[in-house]
Structure formats: structure tokens, C-alpha cells
């Protein structure tokens, strides 16, 4: 389902609660920027913040490889032809299917080996594939970044991490200030309560004080980093 919200209706909600309802303390631009750094961090942590059902056409063979762009396969539906998948790890086909990898292709899968923790983008289908059938697959991907704030651009994740996001842009927008008074602490604050919206498990055993100011000031994207989570 497409968002109804506007991303500016987010900054600019932003910028009321910095005292700063000018923008120049902390520019628009800026604030999309770290707007659509949050929406990258919610894919990154929420398995089905931004899933995509497709039809999917399987190489001849028992390896597949996800389509590009994808996070991770958040469900294996059926065949195309109708009969339903068995989603299975790697281990369970060693110790119950002898012979599976090399066994006669097929025009349907029975089985799909799959192991996200090893690689959650490639998988193993029981019986191999003779090639050209297609499954029906559920995968996440990242959003589609947001290109701008004018009326009418909506944010491109669901509209339930409206919230989520105005807490991100400022944790962001304090960490810019961290050197100064409280504002370490307001950022930690607000990306606690990120994290609990998103329904995170947040852990403030490590500061995020120095790395977020780092972050807020070169406009790096903090889902490589994950902080305090665990």
C-alpha cells in the first residue's frame, strides 16, 4: 500500500520541535537527508517494512539467487503452477534427502533450502530446477529514497513509521549538537524511541553521542552501523 503522508508534514513537524521552524539551523535538505537515512535503517531492521510479492523464474539447477535488490525472502508462497513450497534449512536436506543436489530436475519445487543467518539471498530448490518454471516469492528491499519536499512527495515506507521517522531526523538533528548541553542525551532519547517504535530491542550500553554527531555531520547512512542494538 502506497504512504499518504507527506515528507515535508514530517520535517517540518521536525523543525517545530528543534525551535527552529525558520530551517536554518538545520536546512531542509539536511533533514531529507536524514529522513530517507531513516526509512534505509527500517528496511534494514525490519524484515517486512517493505516487502514486494513477485513471480520469480528459476536457472536450471537446485542454486537461485533472489531478485537484485533484494534484503532478505520473507516467504516462499508456491509453485506458479498452484502446489505450495516447504521452506527448509540446508541441514535438514543433508540429514533427511539423501542425494538432493544431484537429484533429476523437475518442473516443481517440493522444497526450498534456505539459510538467511549464511546468505539471504541465495537458496537451494528440492528438486532441482529444469529450468523456466517460476515460484512466487515475498522479499524485502530498501525504499525508494524520497527526491524531495514538496507537497505531494510521500515518504516510501508505510505510513505507520511516520512517528519512527520524525524521532530519527531528530536524533539526527541532536546528534548534530551533541557537543552542546543536553543534546547527547535528547539524541539518545530520540533514537530509543526509534528503535521502540520499529520494535526494536534498544540497548544504551554504548554511546551513540560521538558516532551520531559523526553521522548528522557528513550525512552517513547509520544502518550500516545498527547502533545500540542487540
Not at 5 to 28: E, H, M
Not at 138 to 148: G, H, N, R, W
Request: charged share 15%; hydrophobic share 35%.
Amino acid at each position: 500500500m502506497s504512504s499518504t503522508i507527506d515528507a515535508i508534514s514530517i520535517t517540518n513537524k521536525a523543525s517545530l520541535l528543534l525551535s527552529d521552524a525558520s530551517q536554518t539551523r538545520w536546512l531542509p535538505q539536511e533533514l531529507l537527508s536524514w529522513l530517507n537515512d531513516g526509512q534505509l535503517e527500517i528496511c534494514a531492521l525490519v524484515p517486512n517494512a517493505n516487502p514486494t510479492t513477485t513471480s520469480m523464474a528459476l536457472v536450471a539447477g537446485s542454486h537461485q539467487t533472489a531478485p537484485s535488490g533484494t534484503l532478505t525472502i520473507n516467504a516462499f508462497v508456491r509453485n506458479v503452477n498452484g502446489t505450495g513450497i516447504r521452506q527448509v534449512t540446508r541441514k535438514y536436506m543433508e540429514s533427511f534427502v539423501a542425494g538432493w543436489l544431484t537429484a533429476p530436475a523437475a518442473s516443481s519445487v517440493v522444497l526450498v533450502a534456505y539459510d538467511p543467518e549464511d546468505s539471504s539471498t541465495e537458496f537451494y530448490v528440492y528438486p532441482p530446477s529444469s529450468g523456466g518454471n517460476s515460484i512466487e516469492i515475498v522479499y524485502s528491499s530498501l525504499a525508494a529514497p524520497v527526491a524531495d519536499l514538496n507537497v505531494g512527495t510521500k515518504i516510501t515506507v508505510k505510513d505507520m513509521y511516520a512517528n519512527a521517522l520524525l524521532d530519527y531526523v531528530l536524533y539526527r538533528a541532536f546528534a548534530k549538537d551533541s557537543e552542546y548541553g543536553n543534546q547527547a542525551s535528547n539524541s539518545q532519547e530520540h533514537y530509543k524511541m526509534f528503535a521502540q517504535a520499529i520494535g526494536i530491542k534498544y540497548s544504551s550500553d554504548t554511546s551513540i553521542g560521538g558516532q551520531s554527531q559523526s553521522d548528522g555531520s557528513q550525512g552517513g547512512n547509520p544502518a550500516s552501523t545498527l547502533l545500540n542494538l542487540r
